[in-house]
T-cell receptor, first 111, second 114 residues
Framework: KNQVEQSPQSLIILEGKNCTLQ??????????LRWYKQDTGRGPVSLTI?????NTKSNGRYTATLDADTKQSSLHITASQLSDSASYIC??????????FGAGTTVTVRA | EPEVTQTPSHQVTQMGQEVILRCVPI?????FYWYRQILGQKVEFLVS????????KSEIFDDQFSVERPDGSNFTLKIRSTKLEDSAMYFC????????????FGPGTRLTVL
């Protein structure tokens, strides 16, 4: 079954600290993996997209990694800011373009 | 920068009523999608649309749902007879031709069925 599991479900960090979110998937055949940021009541916004040949990709303070062999990905947030408070969703795309969504990790950054 | 837009931002309706949610995809995009997200749950795929017809739909997209591209810009989702469990955020997305098939999401319409 094509599944995307994210952990932790939620986390709270202090402003300026780093955090890492995890994503494990069983989606096949794999095409690419995306991380989205979703602010409360808003649509998901793409942070990074990686194919199986890409191990890491950065977008500002966000760095995503991908291990296609173990089917794991992580999203690292460096020097968190209050505006980073959001839900971060891992989405895996199959070769037929169908997307499988994770449940998301809710990040709360506190001053 | 081009973006997907959706109207209305919030729709309140009575159970059994019909609603139409509207989306304007990015102008040169060819594939269009509707998703929904029930409060506190994950985003769920409803339907994809290409070349003026449905290319794929999920089990959620039953006979109560329909989609239409009435002109060159709008993409609509109609729910014929709303149920309480239709209350959710509905997101439209579109994609053009790129190696990643990246989908760009609209801001969503919050549908509340009373």
């Amino acid at each position: 079954k094509n599944q995307v599991e994210q952990s932790p479900q939620s986390l709270i960090i202090l402003e300026g600290k780093n955090c890492t979110l995890q994503c494990n998937y069983t989606v096949s055949p794999f095409s690419n993996l995306r991380w989205y940021k979703q602010d409360t009541g808003r649509g998901p916004v793409s942070l990074t997209i990686m194919t199986f040949s890409e191990n890491t990709k950065s977008n500002g303070r966000y760095t995503a990694t991908l291990d296609a062999d173990t089917k794991q990905s992580s999203l690292h947030i460096t020097a968190s800011q209050l505006s980073d408070s959001a839900s971060y969703i891992c989405v895996v795309s199959r070769n037929d373009y169908k997307l499988s969504f994770g449940a998301g990790t809710t990040v709360t950054v506190r001053a | 920068e081009p973006e997907v837009t959706q109207t209305p931002s919030h729709q309140v309706t009575q159970m059994g009523q019909e609603v139409i949610l509207r989306c304007v995809p990015i102008s040169n995009h060819l594939y269009f999608y509707w998703y929904r997200q029930i409060l506190g749950q994950k985003v769920e795929f409803l339907v994809s649309f290409y070349n003026n017809e449905i290319s794929e739909k999920s089990e959620i997209f039953d006979d109560q749902f329909s989609v239409e591209r009435p002109d060159g810009s709008n993409f609509t989702l109609k729910i014929r007879s709303t149920k309480l469990e239709d209350s959710a955020m509905y997101f439209c997305a579109s994609t053009g031709w790129d190696s990643y098939n990246e989908q760009f999401f609209g801001p969503g319409t919050r549908l509340t069925v009373l």
